[in-house]
């Protein structure tokens, strides 16, 4: 019961990384607000995961949602920033019109959950924590937007993290960065390719330690940084990807 009394938003909730952590931080304790737009799957997250579980439609881009979301919770100790997408293709392939969706998602809706957690919680402090990935500390030819995205994320959180510290608001704000995990998403980045085996196998290959991470190897590192164990941590970058990042 890590989590004991906490209470937790997680956008990008209803799927893969965000219902890990959604399922995790139940088990340890806490309350859970399910953000999505997913609306059909974090409602049926949220009826399994029991009473202190519940689910609003929040869509990360739009800042209506994150005012009403905000009103309608009484107190928060930690905002998930993980809803996200991954448009695959290099300089020559991506539209500016893809470009600009991801970075609309990815970072525009990344600055808002921090603008927003800041507002709510900088009365009693808490912990923001965004989903960047190896792909925002390592870059590929074929991830340009994807890369370009999760890197902002990442130098943005220190930004956060400065101003908190700076402010005395009490407020942590850290990135994780996971390697391949097996979650939805892949099979959204596999159907975009003509060669979906090849770069499956291309992604177990760079993991030294030899497959790919489950969802569950993140939603711990989650439940760290949202503990109060964490204390001390802010500004940092968590690398948990089977060392593909050595
Ligand atoms: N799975 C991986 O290998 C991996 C690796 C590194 C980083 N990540 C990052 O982890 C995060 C979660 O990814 P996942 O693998 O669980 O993917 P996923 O596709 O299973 O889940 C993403 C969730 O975000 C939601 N979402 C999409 N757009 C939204 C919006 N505008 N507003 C609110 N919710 C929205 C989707 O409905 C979905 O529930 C993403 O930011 C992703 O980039 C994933």
């Given amino acids: 019961m890590r989590l004991n009394g906490k209470t937790a938003l997680i956008t990008g909730g209803s799927s893969g990384l965000g219902a890990a952590m959604a399922t995790r931080f ?3 304790g806490a309350s859970v ?6 609306d059909a799957g974090g409602k049926a997250l949220a009826a399994e995961l029991g009473p202190k579980a519940s689910y609003i439609h929040l ?15 009484a107190a928060l100790d930690c905002v998930i920033n993980n809803a996200g997408i991954t448009t695959a293709g290099n300089i020559e392939q991506i539209t500016l019109a893809q470009f600009r969706h991801e970075f609309e998602i990815d970072v525009v809706g990344v600055f808002l959950g921090c603008k ?11 912990s923001i ?7 925002g500390i390592k870059a590929t030819a074929d991830l340009v ?31 994780i960065h996971p390697g391949v995990i097996r ?3 892949l099979d959204k980045v596999l159907a975009q390719v003509p060669n979906p085996d090849e770069v499956y196998a291309g992604w177990v290959a760079v993991h030294p330690i030899g497959r790919i991470g489950t969802p569950e190897e993140i939603a711990a590192i989650a439940v760290y940084l949202a503990s109060d164990e964490s204390g001390f941590t802010t500004g940092a970058e968590f690398r948990i990807d089977g060392g593909s990042s050595i």
């Fill in 59 to 73: 869509d990360v881009t739009q800042e209506a949602d994150w005012a009403s979301a905000m009103d309608g919770i």
């Fill in 145 to 175: 937007a994807y890369n370009g995205a999760k890197a902002a994320v990442a130098i943005m959180t220190k930004s956060v993290a400065a101003h908190c510290g700076k402010s005395g608001y009490g407020i942590r704000c850290n990135s």
């Fill in 33 to 38: 607000v399910i953000a999505d737009i997913d």
């Fill in 129 to 135: 924590i965004n989903m960047s990935s190896l792909a």
């Fill in 26 to 28: 139940i088990a340890e």
């Fill in 116 to 126: 927003y957690a800041v507002a709510k919680m900088k009365a009693n402090g808490g």
């Fill in 183 to 185: 979650t939805p998403i």
